[in-house]
């Protein structure tokens, strides 16, 4: 069997670190904590500073932008924490799509609670696209606000115990994982 020519990496980003390449303000970005001496990676997708959790990265450029093809509905999961709990009919309305204010349409997705912290403020939200601050926008939509925000997996690949700002090579079970996906 031939050796995957590919380097894919999962990091666990930080709060308050960019998913860019270049930072004019001098922040961080998730690129300053990559291990030095690697090839040239870029992240599938991003994340928000705010938002923590899974962060993909490689260079093998086609796969990842299948990944990212909304077509192609790779799971995403994150763990959302509230200011309040969300009403009981956004678990339906998500389940059929929702039309957010100023026209964006939302997909259908799974949501459920997952009872950390005690007080039904914590939910797990599953969604096959990445549009822009989406989770955000979804929980603003019922009238509530995102005080946590952590990407748990994307399609196959958790984020496990990687610690904040730390990386780990993914295997080739897992790239073969991936692949699976999209044929």
Known sequence: MQAYPFLWLAMNKPAEVTTTRKEDWGRKTVYDLLPPGLPRVEAVGRLDRATTGL??????????????????KIPRVYQVVTNKP??????????????????????????????????????????????????????????CKVRG??????????????????????????VNQLRKMLS
């Not at 204010?101 to 403020?121: H, I, L, M, S, Y």
């Not at 925000?149 to 080739?172: C, N, V, Y």
Request: hydrophobic residues 35%; contains cysteine; proline residues 5%.
């Open 55 to 72: 962060l993909l990265f490689t260079n093998d450029f086609r796969l990842a932008q299948k990944l990212l093809d909304p077509g192609n």
């Open 86 to 143: 969300l009403p009981e009919d956004i678990f339906a309305a998500m389940r059929r799509g929702v039309t957010l204010k100023g026209g964006t349409a939302c997909n259908p997705f799974e949501v459920q609670k997952t009872g950390k912290p005690a007080d039904g403020r914590s939910y797990q939200f599953c969604l096959r696209e990445g549009k822009y601050r989406e989770v955000r926008r979804l929980v603003m939509h019922w009238g």
């Open 149 to 174: 925000l952590h990407r748990l997996r994307f399609g196959p690949i958790s984020l496990g115990t990687i610690k904040s700002g730390s990386t780990r090579r993914l295997d080739g079970r897992e």
